[in-house]
Every structure is written in structure tokens, then in C-alpha cells.
């Protein structure tokens, strides 16, 4: 089969209308929310690993003075980080208003609260209930910035409207107007189609990485090609040729962005779902083990 049967392309105007959408795909889950995310888990690790190499009690400690106002502080801000969970779930409050902005604070004494708190427990796991209330401060912990990545995966923006997925295939359908390529078509088919389970959501996040730069790197090389004989049947000249040669890959490179984000869109969508039955428990969890050993700090 000739590279001109197997991909096409329009060829550019020197200026063309973009279409108005409400919502841009862009705002989904842009590369710096991993940052993010990974860089929160390696301070709190590191924080930790730290503190256990250089912390020593004349410092403070926990039970009275510096120590013992850090813990009280630290908790009461993941107290008020829960507040929003009534926001989220009460009718009567949701109607304030006050969403992203509870959701902000939120996020700050969810990342504040932890941190004084593993500093109020001078490193070390201590007794039982201290023990089972910082193990489960730090899988909270861990939880919440894995929540907060998924979020932006299928949210525009920080406290944005969660997107739909028609709305999101639609974009699309925008981006890929002027390319047309069986073998395209076909990858972003099978890429569209997902298997229910949560394994293989987690199997289609990994695989899609490489199966789109080859077959990026297969089309481009189609494309050349194709651009070629177009020169030779239209007469363009080498300026030209280069011209139509850039609009391509900027047209195929927003493709397989927007295609990245529309076919992993319902993959986040599940590990959220999932997400959120599994961030629950732990949260009462925390809770729990917080005001017992509040209890048994001040009772011993």
C-alpha cells in the first residue's frame, strides 16, 4: 500500500479559524500535577528520614512546650481539612458557594497538618495509639495527593467543573478534522475501548506511552512521503514544502495529546471512583485513632 493511500492530510491555509469551546482539554491534567505530587511524597520522605538522623529532645518533645502545640495545631487543621467533605456532601452547604475555596484550604491543611504532625512526633512511631494514629496520618497523606492528581485528570482545573466525556471527545474530533489515517483511526479505537477492570485500566496507562510514539513516528515517516509527491503533483516549491511539513506535525502532535487525554480519560475516571471508596475508611480511621490518643495523652 503507497503512503498516499495509507494517510492523508489538508493542507494548511495560511490562517484558519479555530473553533470555540467552552472547556479546553488542556486544562486536564497537565504534566506538572505528577510533579507535584511526586515532589510532596519525597519531601515528606525526606522529611522524615531527616528527622530520625539529626532530631534530638532538647529540642522538644512531644508531650508539652513546642512539641505538643505542633501536634494540637497539626490536628486541628486536618480537622478543618475534613470540613470540606461536608461541603462536598451536605446540599444546604454546597449552595454557599464556598467549594473551591474550602477545597484550597483543603489541600493547604491537608499537606500543613501532616507535616507538624510528624514533627510533634519526633520521628518515631512511640507507643501503640501513637504509633496507629501517625501510620495512619501518612497513609491519609498519601492518599489525599493521590487523590488530588486524579482530580485534575478529569476536572478543569483546580475546584472546575468535572469534564464529560462527550464533551471531551468532541475536542477530539476537532483536532483530528484534517488528518486521515486508517492506522490511526484504528489505534484511537482500540485505545477508546477499555476493559472494565481496574488491572487493565492500570495496563492501557502504561502501554499507551509507547504505542503512540511509534505509531507518531510511523505517520510522520508516511507523511514525508506523502508531502513529496504532493510537491511534485502541485509544484511546490522547497519553502512550501517545509511549511506544510511543520503545520503536519504541530496538527499531529495536538492530536495524540488531545487522543492521550480523551482515552485515558475514563481509565482516571475509575481509579478515582475507586479512589474515593478507599480514601473514606481511611479517614475514619484517622480519626479515630486521633482522639484516642488525644485521650490517652492527656488521661497518662
Known amino acids: 500500500m503507497s503512503s498516499s493511500a495509507s494517510i492523508e492530510v489538508t493542507p494548511s491555509a495560511e490562517s484558519s479559524s479555530k473553533p470555540v469551546q467552552t472547556h479546553d482539554v488542556r486544562q486536564l491534567a497537565r504534566r506538572g500535577e505528577l510533579f507535584f505530587a511526586l515532589g510532596l511524597i519525597l519531601f515528606m520522605a525526606a522529611l ?9 529532645e532538647r529540642y522538644y518533645v512531644p508531650e508539652e512546650g513546642l512539641g505538643y502545640w505542633l501536634g ?16 462536598k456532601h451536605v446540599a444546604a452547604l454546597r449552595s454557599l458557594g464556598w467549594m473551591k475555596r474550602w477545597l484550597w484550604l483543603h489541600i493547604v491543611f491537608g499537606i500543613s497538618g501532616p507535616v507538624l504532625v510528624l514533627i510533634h512526633s519526633t520521628f518515631r512511631l512511640g507507643s501503640l495509639n501513637g504509633a496507629v494514629a501517625l501510620v495512619s496520618m501518612i497513609l491519609v497523606f498519601l492518599s489525599g495527593v493521590m487523590g488530588r492528581f486524579l482530580y485534575s485528570k478529569i476536572h478543569y482545573g483546580l475546584g472546575g467543573s468535572k469534564a464529560q466525556l462527550a464533551e471531551v471527545q468532541s475536542s477530539l474530533v476537532t483536532a483530528g478534522k484534517r488528518i486521515k489515517s486508517r492506522r490511526l483511526d484504528e489505534f484511537a479505537d482500540s485505545v477508546m475501548s477499555h476493559p472494565g477492570s481496574l488491572l487493565n485500566a492500570g495496563l492501557d496507562l502504561l502501554a499507551f506511552g509507547w504505542r503512540s510514539r511509534w505509531l507518531a513516528f510511523q505517520l510522520r515517516r508516511d507523511m514525508r512521503r506523502h508531502l513529496k509527491q504532493m510537491a511534485q503533483q502541485e509544484g511546490w516549491t522547497a519553502a512550501e514544502l517545509r511549511r506544510q511539513r511543520r503545520a503536519f506535525n504541530h496538527q499531529l502532535r495536538t492530536y495524540m495529546f488531545t487522543l492521550r487525554k480523551v482515552a485515558l480519560f475514563s481509565v482516571y475516571e475509575r481509579f478515582f471512583a475507586f479512589w474515593r471508596h478507599a480514601h473514606v475508611p481511611l479517614l475514619y480511621l484517622l480519626l479515630f485513632s486521633g482522639v484516642v490518643h488525644v485521650i490517652a495523652v492527656h488521661m497518662y
Open 48 to 56: 522524615f528520614v531527616l528527622g530520625r538522623l539529626y532530631w534530638d
Open 72 to 87: 494540637l495545631v497539626g490536628g486541628v487543621m486536618m480537622l478543618l481539612a475534613m470540613v470540606y467533605g461536608l461541603f
